[in-house]
C-alpha cells in the first residue's frame, strides 16, 4: 500500500492547524494501515517549516516558482509527486487551495475525489471517508476504493497533531511552470471595525432579507456592547463590507458570544466560528444546521426578535 | 473570446432532502431541484464578461432531469447559446460524470474560457470546474470573485484565501474557473422572460455517451446525529427576548450599568 500523502498549508503565521489536523489523522491511519506518511510543502521556507511534523517523510518545492502560491504550479509539482509516490490517499485541507488542487489532480491523474471530508474511519483495514453534503443536512459515508482517494478536508475535523516528528526531508525541483502567473498578493483592507477582536458578534446571514433591516442589527450590537458581523451572502449582496465576514474566505472569530441571526450555518460558515464561547442562533428553520453548532436557538423571527432584545438591553 | 459557463441543477435544500434512511439512499426522484447558486454566480460574471468586452456566452448543462427552464432563464439574462448533453443520464449522475460529458464537449468546441460555479452542494465526489480542468489539462483558479479580460489573450482574476486575502492571477487562455462569487449579485429574468425566450430561442441538444470513471460502488447518506444540539428556547418574541437575557447574565454577558 502507497503511504499516506499529506498537502500542507501555511500562512504568515506557520502551518495551518488544518494542515495538522491532516497530519495527525494521517499517523493515525498510517499505524493500522501499514503504511508511512509524507507531507508535501510549498513555498520558500518550507524544509524548515515542515522539519518537526510528525510524519515519515517531508517533501519541499521551495524554489523560484513557489515564492508565492499558484494554483497551477502547484498543481504541476503535486501530480508529479503523487506519480512518483503512488499514495493510497492524499489528504488536502479543503480551503481554496484544497478546492484548486484537489479536484485538479483527480481530473489529471484520474484518482477518484472525495469532497468536504469531515472524518475518515477505519474498519478492518477499510476506510470509510465521511462527507458533508447539501451544506451540512447530510452526510455521505463513502468506502474509500482499494487503489486510493484524494480527500479534501473540513478544517476543524480533528484535534492537531503534535510537531514532534523527525522526517527524511528532501526537496524538489524542476520545471513546474504554467501559463497563469500570479500578478500580486492583497492583504485584506481593515475594516472600520475588526470583528475577530470583538467579544460579542451580532452576525446576521440572509435572514436579514434588505439592507434596510441592517439599522436593526447595528441597533442590537450597540446595546449589547458588540458589533455586527455578516455571512458571505450578505458581504455579496454588497450589504456589509467584505471586513465583516465570517467564515472560510472570510474571518475566523472566537467571540464569548455568536448572535447568529438569520445564518443556516453552512460548513463554510461554522468554520469560522464555532469556537465561539457561546453560541445562540436565531432561525425559522429549526433544521438548519447552525443548531447543531449553537448552544441555544430559537424559530422566532429574527426582524422581531432584534428590536425586542435592543429593548431589554437598554433597560428600556 | 468564447465563454463556457457550466450549470447544473441540485436539490432544493429549502425542501426536504428525501432519504431511504434503511438503504441510504437519496429518492432522486422525489427532490425538486433548482439551479445550483454558484453556477448563478459564474453565469453573471461570464455576462459581465460579456458586457464589458464582447465575450460570447455559451451556457452548458448535462440533461440529468429538466433543465431547460435553467437554459431558457440563462438565455433571457443574456446568454447568447445554450447546449443541453443528452444521454442515458439521470439525477443521480456523478460530478465525475458530468465533468467528463462536459470536458469532452468544450475539448470540441474551442472555447478560451470555461466558468462555474466554484462548488456545490452536492458535491461528494468532487468539484466541477477541477475536475472539468483536470481532464482538459487546462490550469484552473477556485474560489474566483472577479474575472476581466487582459491583453494578448489574457484572463485576469481575483483568487480569494482565508482570512480575506486576495491573490490578482493572469493566465493565458484558455483556462478553467471555480466562480465563487460575481462582482455584482446575479440579474433577475422574470418569468415572463423565460416563457417568451422559450418560445422564439431553441436549446441546442448534443447527444453523449455514458462516460466511465471511478465511481464510488455504494455511498451511504445519512441525516448527522448531532454532537451537542441547541437547547431550543420556546415562546413568542417577548419569551425568548427574556430568556437570551437572562442567558446573557448567567454569561456575564450584560453590559447594562
Redesign the interface.
Known amino acids: 500500500m502507497g503511504p499516506i500523502l499529506i498537502v500542507t498549508e501555511s500562512t504568515a503565521s506557520g502551518i495551518t492547524d488544518s494542515t495538522k489536523e491532516c497530519v495527525g489523522k494521517a499517523k493515525e491511519l498510517a499505524k493500522v494501515l501499514g503504511t508511512s506518511t509524507v507531507a508535501l510543502g510549498f513555498g520558500p521556507g518550507a524544509v524548515d517549516r515542515l522539519r518537526r511534523l510528525d510524519v515519515n517523510k517531508v517533501i519541499a518545492a521551495e524554489d523560484g516558482e513557489f515564492a508565492v502560491y499558484n494554483p497551477a504550479v502547484c498543481e504541476n509539482a503535486l501530480v508529479q509527486v503523487v506519480a512518483e509516490t503512488a499514495p493510497f490517499l492524499t489528504m488536502i485541507p479543503n480551503t481554496t487551495m484544497g478546492l484548486d488542487l484537489g479536484a485538479g489532480l483527480a481530473g489529471r491523474n484520474n484518482i477518484p475525489l472525495i469532497a468536504y471530508c469531515s472524518d475518515l474511519q477505519e474498519q478492518d483495514g477499510k476506510i470509510t471517508a465521511v462527507s458533508q453534503v447539501f451544506a451540512g443536512k447530510l452526510l455521505a459515508r463513502v468506502p474509500v476504493p482499494g487503489d486510493g482517494a484524494i480527500v479534501t478536508v473540513l478544517p476543524g475535523s480533528w484535534p492537531t497533531g503534535e510537531e514532534t516528528g523527525d522526517p527524511v526531508v528532501e526537496t524538489i525541483s524542476g520545471d513546474y511552470s504554467s501559463r497563469m502567473r500570479v500578478i500580486r498578493v492583497i492583504e485584506p483592507e481593515k475594516g472600520d471595525v475588526d470583528i475577530t477582536k470583538a467579544d460579542i458578534l451580532v452576525s446576521v446571514g440572509r435572514g436579514i432579507e434588505s439592507p434596510d433591516n441592517l439599522p436593526l442589527a447595528d441597533e442590537l450590537a450597540e446595546a449589547m456592547g458588540g458589533v455586527v458581523s455578516c455571512s458571505r451572502p450578505v458581504v455579496d449582496a454588497g450589504w456589509l463590507p467584505k471586513a465583516r465576514q465570517v467564515g472560510k474566505s472570510g474571518q475566523t472569530v472566537k467571540p464569548k458570544l455568536y448572535l447568529a441571526c438569520g445564518i443556516s450555518g453552512a460548513p463554510e460558515h461554522l468554520q469560522g466560528m464555532r469556537d465561539a464561547d457561546l453560541i445562540i442562533a436565531v432561525n425559522t428553520d429549526e433544521e438548519a444546521s447552525i443548531m447543531e453548532a449553537a448552544h441555544f436557538g430559537t424559530t422566532v423571527d429574527m426582524l422581531d426578535l432584534m428590536p425586542a432584545l435592543a429593548e431589554r438591553l437598554r433597560g428600556g | 473570446m468564447r465563454v463556457a459557463v457550466l450549470l447544473k441543477a441540485v436539490?432544493d435544500?429549502v425542501e426536504e432532502?428525501v432519504?431511504d434512511e434503511e438503504s441510504?439512499s437519496?429518492q432522486y426522484d422525489e427532490m425538486s431541484y433548482v439551479p445550483s447558486e454558484w453556477d448563478d454566480?459564474a453565469l453573471e460574471e461570464a455576462l459581465i464578461l460579456k458586457e464589458e468586452s464582447g465575450a460570447q456566452v455559451t451556457a452548458i448543462a448535462v440533461s440529468t432531469g429538466d433543465v431547460d427552464t435553467m437554459l431558457f432563464t440563462a438565455l433571457a439574462k443574456g446568454a447568447d447559446h445554450v447546449v443541453k448533453i443528452t444521454g442515458d443520464f439521470d439525477a443521480s449522475m456523478s460530478n465525475?460524470q458530468q465533468?467528463r460529458v462536459l470536458?469532452d464537449y468544450v475539448r470540441e468546441q474551442d472555447f478560451d474560457m470555461v466558468l462555474s460555479g466554484?462548488?456545490a452542494?452536492?458535491?461528494?465526489?468532487?468539484?466541477i470546474?477541477?475536475?472539468?480542468?483536470?481532464?482538459?489539462?487546462w490550469?484552473?483558479?477556485?474560489?474566483v470573485t472577479e474575472v476581466r479580460m487582459g491583453g494578448d489573450s489574457k484572463v485576469?482574476l481575483r483568487?480569494?484565501?482565508?482570512?480575506?486575502?486576495?491573490?490578482?492571477?493572469?493566465?493565458?487562455s484558455p483556462?478553467v474557473i471555480?466562480v465563487?462569487?460575481a462582482r455584482?449579485?446575479p440579474r433577475y429574468a422574470s418569468v415572463a422572460k423565460v416563457r417568451q425566450v422559450a418560445k422564439s430561442v431553441a436549446i441546442e441538444e448534443v447527444s453523449a455517451g455514458a462516460p466511465a470513471?471511478?465511481?464510488?460502488?455504494?455511498?451511504?447518506?445519512?441525516?448527522?446525529v448531532?454532537?451537542?444540539?441547541?437547547?431550543?428556547?420556546e415562546g413568542?418574541?417577548?419569551a425568548?427576548?427574556?430568556r437570551?437575557?437572562q442567558?446573557?447574565a448567567d454569561?456575564n454577558?450584560?453590559?447594562?450599568a
Open positions: 436539490p435544500l432532502l432519504l441510504g437519496l454566480q465525475w465533468a470536458s466554484v462548488q452542494i452536492d458535491d461528494v465526489d468532487g468539484q470546474p477541477g475536475l472539468v480542468a483536470g481532464f482538459l489539462n490550469p484552473h483558479a477556485s474560489v485576469l483568487q480569494e484565501y482565508s482570512g480575506g486575502l486576495v491573490a490578482e492571477i493572469e493566465v493565458e483556462v471555480g465563487q462569487a455584482k449579485p470513471g471511478p465511481a464510488f460502488a455504494d455511498i451511504q447518506f445519512v441525516r448527522p448531532a454532537a451537542g444540539r441547541a437547547e431550543m428556547i413568542d418574541v417577548d425568548v427576548a427574556d437570551i437575557v442567558i446573557l454569561h454577558l450584560l453590559r447594562r
